[in-house]
């Protein structure tokens, strides 16, 4: 059972970093509050903020978008963020200067920062974070190129150009460059001079134009009077399509701009924000006015990007044994684990120790009566996490996987006779999806099985010439505290 549950916990591994991805603000907080609980960036000099692409090493709209919010974040943990505007001449020497960039993958966009004395050079703190980004960001900026359409002369493409950048901003879900901007770069000549297609030069325009994104958009003739309108968008910084959209149209030029105002709305539906799986968010609690800039005391007092957890588990162990003659015995202890475990922002480790009494004892599934035992043993594991919210973050869930070791002593004794002793040492796969409540509580399960067993009896050894396979497993409630 142990052993499905854990198979189970692994294919949902697939799913849960994406659905539990930082989204921007919490992600900038947390960057924010690592850099100034992290003790090594002097909180009493001002900052020099940069923060470009590092596809192309730019200051484009999203860039600066960015900027913005993380100089917010940081000045809510008490930094002083310099502006562009001030001079700094003749305080160099007091200046700390934050390089950033941000490069998109997929659907994230991935945040870097380094911290370094303005003239010296010297590296006082550097961290990367991702965090989601969801089809088009709300403020992208688009740049519509004029119709690729071989079947209308100059002024009639220009013309339903027109229109169809009419009909996008109509929808709601797009902010349009001008079309004069457009027209400045020429997409025509650019296209003839690197010889690419409209797709393929789109990135150099918008690059040029200092947009978010481009849409191109064909008018294609199918057969007759039937034409195919086909508009694409390419993600400048990413490099990739963030959505497309295809009408059909009669060769009426009467009704093409009916046709491109369809277009446009299928178009806008693959920019449409997506509803909120989890709705009633907490009430959230606004600070007065005169209160703004005072640093949020953190509900668990993470440490620099992490946690520090002591637990107790109330666990079941089971050692299998499977023997020469064909049978199988299990061998079962009920008791206590106690452990501590250090939680960065994905990676940690889990040490603790664990004792039992004697359980039940059964063989080929039949219960037998009469023993009695005890156990005791280490364990510990390095351990990968996935969070509900970030870091620290008040009320969250925590799933964590683990590779770790086990070494255990069990005694098992039948009336008079002489104990058999047996000691186990294991290496293991180990799971724990728990809750923890703003308060620092948490509570859920952990379970480990072994991927590998070695047992040995040391009593009772002419045992061990008969034995040929053995496992170990555990599962059991955890209880703890957050420090």
């Known amino acids: 059972m142990i052993r499905k549950v854990l198979f189970t916990l692994l294919i949902l591994l697939f799913f849960v970093p994406s659905s539990w991805a930082l989204d921007q603000s919490t992600a900038l907080d947390q960057v924010a509050r690592k850099l100034f609980e992290g003790g090594r960036v002097p909180k009493d000099k001002s900052m020099s903020l940069e923060l470009v692409n590092e596809t192309n090493q730019k200051q484009d709209r999203t860039a600066n978008k960015l900027k913005s919010a993380l100089s917010l974040a940081l000045q809510r943990q008490g930094f002083k963020i310099l502006r562009a505007d001030e001079s700094l001449t003749g305080v160099g020497s007091s200046v700390i200067s934050l390089k950033a960039s941000y490069e998109a993958r997929g659907g994230e966009l991935v945040l870097t920062i380094r911290a370094q004395h303005m003239t010296s050079g010297e590296v006082f703190d550097q961290t990367r974070i991702a965090f989601a980004r969801s089809g088009a960001s709300r403020g992208d900026l688009f740049a519509v190129l004029d119709l690729e359409a071989k079947a209308l002369n100059p002024a009639q493409r220009k013309f339903f150009s027109d ?16 079309s004069a901007e457009v027209d400045k770069m020429d997409p025509d000549s650019v296209q003839k001079q690197l010889g690419c297609t409209r797709d393929e030069c789109a990135t150099v325009i918008g690059e040029q134009l200092g947009v978010d994104q481009v849409v191109s958009t064909a ?5 007759g009077d039937l034409y195919g309108l086909t508009a694409t968008v390419i993600d400048i910084h990413g490099g990739r399509i963030s959505g497309s959209a295809t009408v059909k149209h009669q060769g009426d030029l009467t009704t093409l701009d009916k046709s491109l105002a369809a277009l446009a709305k299928e178009l806008a539906k693959e920019f449409e924000a997506p509803v909120p799986k989890v709705a009633v968010p907490a009430p959230a609690v606004i600070p007065p006015p005169m209160m703004a800039q005072r640093r949020p005391e953190p509900v668990s007092a993470p440490s620099s990007g992490g946690e520090f957890r002591v637990f107790y588990i109330d666990e079941a162990t089971d050692f299998t044994f499977d023997w020469s003659q064909g049978n199988q015995q299990i061998i079962s202890y009920m008791g206590p684990a106690y452990g501590i475990r250090g939680m960065g922002d994905a990676w940690g480790t889990t040490i603790g120790v664990s004792s ?21 043993g280490i364990f510990m594991s390095i351990d990968h996490y996935w969070y509900s919210s970030g870091v620290g973050q008040g009320s969250q869930l925590v799933l964590a996987l683990g590779l770790g070791f086990a070494a255990r002593d069990a005694t098992l004794t039948f009336g008079s006779n002489d104990p058999y002793e047996f000691s186990s040492f294991s290496t293991n796969l180990t799971a724990s999806l728990d809750y923890t409540t703003s308060f620092g509580f948490f509570f ?31 599962a059991g409630m955890m209880l703890g505290i957050t420090f």
């Open 219 to 223: 008018y294609t003739q199918i057969q």
């Open 163 to 178: 229109s169809f950048r009419t009909a996008l901003r109509q929808t709601g879900q797009f902010d349009i460059a001008s």
């Open 356 to 376: 039992g009494e004697f359980d039940q004892f059964s063989d080929d599934g039949v219960a037998q009566e009469g023993w009695i035992g005890s156990m005791s």
């Open 444 to 474: 859920g399960a952990h379970m480990s099985t072994a991927l590998s067993d070695s047992t040995e009896f040391t009593t009772y050894t002419d045992l061990n010439s008969n034995l040929i396979a053995s496992d170990t497993s555990s």
